[in-house]
Each structure stands twice: as C-alpha cells, then as structure tokens.
C-alpha cells in the first residue's frame, strides 16, 4: 500500500484467519487482502462495527438428526443411530459457536470480514476508525 502525500498510517489490524489487513490512515481505511486491496475514503463510510453471528440451521439440523437417531436405536439400524446421534451433536455444536464479522458500512453498501476475534488489538482499531468518521 502507498500513501498519497499528505497522508499518514494511524492504526493497523491483522485478521488472525485469512491474511486480510486492516488499515486506517487520515483519509482512507485499506483493507489489504493477499493479492489485491480495497480503499473505502473515510467520508464515505458510514460506520465501521463488529458483528456476530451463528449458524442456527446447522443446530436445527442437528437436533433433527440426533431425535432421528434415538428413534433408529431401538430398531435393526442402532448402527445408523449412533451416527446420527454423534452427527447431529457436532452439528448443534459448531451451528452455535459464534462467528465474527467486521462491517464496514459505506455509501455504496456494506463490506463484510469474517475471521477476526473480540480483542482489544480489534475493539481499539474499531473506535480509532469510528472517531475519525465526520
């Protein structure tokens, strides 16, 4: 990334997962991706924030399969059951883990980031973004 004249690096965020980078200089927010970056001017963007969410089918699925497997135990196919059991367990586990997104919300839409964790090092980057917006 080059900076134009004028302009000067504030802040900086790596993603732990995916090798995006975040960074926030005086008139713009670049989001460096492995081949290739995207450049938001800070006066178009809206808001940046952190959002969560989960997988809520993959449980709903996962509570079907489990409830089908304790119907197949008692029969020919306790087998099959156990699979479904074991199956289903994993699947209402990872359904209700969260997951992480960085919004960017600009004039043209919103940018999403998935891979990034709740800590400081991101909270901080947050509020550094969200203080320069006009």
């Given at each position: 990334m080059r900076l134009t004249e004028g302009e000067e690096k504030i802040a900086e965020y790596h993603f732990k997962k995916g090798g995006k980078i975040l960074i926030l200089t005086n008139k713009r927010?670049?989001?460096?991706?492995?081949?290739?970056?995207?450049?938001?001017?800070?006066?178009?963007i809206?808001?940046?924030?952190?959002?969560?969410?989960?997988?809520?089918?993959?449980?709903?699925?996962?509570?079907?399969?489990?409830?089908?497997?304790?119907?197949?135990?008692?029969?020919d196919f306790s087998i099959i059951g156990l699979i479904l059991i074991i199956s289903g367990?994993?699947?209402?586990?990872?359904?209700?883990q969260k997951k992480l997104l960085v919004v960017i919300t600009h004039q043209g839409g919103q940018k999403k980031f998935e891979g990034g964790s709740k800590d400081k090092e991101l909270i901080d980057f947050i509020d550094a973004v969200n203080s320069k917006l006009s």
């Open positions: 927010l670049v989001v460096i991706y492995k081949n290739s970056e995207e450049s938001y001017p800070l006066n178009k809206i808001s940046v924030k952190i959002s969560q969410y989960r997988f809520w089918i993959w449980s709903v699925i996962g509570l079907a399969m489990i409830i089908l497997g304790f119907f197949s135990l008692p029969s367990i994993l699947l209402v586990f990872f359904g209700l």
